[in-house]
């Protein structure tokens, strides 16, 4: 048993100081990650970027974030590193500066996949904080902890319409970039806080006899495993690449289509993401009570009928249809990491790693290919192609039922304290 399990299964309550925090600092990373696809407009305005062009900031900045993330869980697995957290906000504040004084497109580039590395970081090593201070409530704790994040990303589009997009110039827009300096800052001196506690819980691990409690689940067959974790991975690919469409050319997609300003767009895109924001916050704790492997399967089949008459509708139904898809998609994604630590017990950073990190890698793969499908036809055909990937939230029924062997609350508390 690893220090942090040790760790993990002293604690019987829920920090939920800890979480707060870890969760505000997740607001402000992703609230950084936010501003990239809300500066699109921007970007395409100074150096003329086409949509292909736009995909590749997205691909740049995410792809780098997805490919780093199971190996820095992976190797915190065995070595913990409490101080790593401000160590990769500090990459993304780099990449903001950067972003906010860019001279071409290349720069662009290099300054979303810094901003791509501070989340590698940042999300496998931040998960595993917010399991530690779970006290078992594990769904409800990673729910809160992705709180953050989502509102984060849906703040972050009104704030670089209030200081960026309205100041008087393209290139003074782009330097106010460097006002959300702020937000690493602040999370810099919130994550050494975080690390401070981090320490101390592994080495409130450390000593004493280290046995390990085996779960019925664990005993699932190779073959099984494999099954559901390429499951898992094929949602997250439908989920995230689905989200991609959304997120990086709404704005785009609702100023062609019906005529709206850029400011209202960007409205529209906030009340999306703020759906996102409440879905998230149910899915987990709904996932504690009635089972992870059954929000898995409603939130992304449920969504199927929705993305289906979303390219066809109005104004006003798109609003709304877009909220109903971003409340019931995103309820998935705290309820598939929890379940996947819970098959692969004591790899909590490699599975968070990896789930966080496919995520990106899929937004930005999905953003990058519809991109050029758009550049090559026009975005309502992108709507109407993406519209089919919820389909593949069928093979949830192929995931293992292992809820029903998850012990309950009281036995949990019993191995913590032997």
């Known amino acids: 048993m690893t220090l942090l399990e040790s760790a993990e299964r002293r604690s019987s309550r829920t920090v939920f100081t800890i979480l707060a925090a870890i969760s505000a600092c997740h607001l402000l990373n992703d609230l950084i990650q936010a501003t990239i696809p809300s500066l ?47 160590f990769g906000m500090g990459a993304s504040l780099c990449g ?8 071409s497109y290349g720069w662009l580039l290099l ?16 998960s595993r904080v917010a399991r530690l201070a779970s006290g078992g409530q594990h769904g409800l704790a990673q729910s809160l902890f992705q709180l953050g994040g989502n509102f984060g ?24 970039i460097a006002w959300f300096s702020a937000a690493a800052l602040a999370a810099i001196v919130t994550l050494i806080f975080v690390g401070h506690w981090y320490k101390a819980r592994v080495r409130e691990g450390a000593p004493g006899k280290k ?18 974790m390429v499951v898992l991975m094929t949602l997250v690919f439908s989920k995230f690449c689905y989200l991609a ?27 999306f993401l703020g759906a996102v924001a409440l879905g998230t916050i149910l899915g987990g704790p709904i996932g504690d009570r009635y089972g992870r492997r059954l929000v898995i399967w409603v939130s992304i089949v449920g969504v199927l009928p929705f993305t289906l008459v979303l390219p066809y509708a109005n104004l006003k139904w798109t ?16 309820a598939i990491i929890v379940y996947a630590q819970e098959l692969v017990p004591g790899r909590v950073g490699m599975i968070s790693g990896l789930f966080f990190g496919l995520a990106f890698g899929m937004g930005g793969l999905g953003a990058a290919l519809f991109g050029k499908l758009a550049d090559m036809t026009s975005l309502n055909l992108v709507y109407q192609v993406c519209a089919y990937l919820p389909a593949l939230g069928l093979l949830a029924g192929l995931l293992p039922k292992i809820d029903e062997h998850l012990l309950p609350r009281e036995a949990q508390e019993a191995e913590e304290f032997g």
């Open 153 to 176: 990303t849906a703040f972050g589009p009104l704030l670089v319409l209030w200081l960026v997009l309205s100041a008087r110039g393209s290139h003074a827009g782009q330097h106010r």
């Open 40 to 86: 699109y407009p921007l970007f395409q305005s100074i150096f003329g970027l086409s949509l292909g062009q736009i995909g590749m900031i997205t691909f740049t900045y995410q792809i780098t974030a997805s490919l780093l993330q199971p190996f820095v869980g992976l190797g915190t697995d065995k070595k913990p590193m409490p101080y790593s957290l401000p």
């Open 96 to 103: 903001l500066v950067l972003m906010a004084f860019a001279s």
């Open 245 to 271: 469409s959304i997120t990086s050319y709404y704005t785009f997609y609702l100023m062609q289509r019906f005529r709206v300003t850029l400011p209202q767009s960007e409205m529209y895109l906030f009340v």
């Open 111 to 126: 300054a979303g996949a810094m901003v791509g590395l501070g989340s590698s970081v940042f999300h496998p090593e931040s």
């Open 319 to 334: 609003a709304i249809l877009s909220f109903i898809i971003g409340l019931v998609l995103s309820s998935a994604f705290p």
């Open 211 to 228: 046995t390990i409690v085996e779960h019925p689940h664990t005993q699932l067959s190779r073959g099984t495993l494999t099954r559901a």
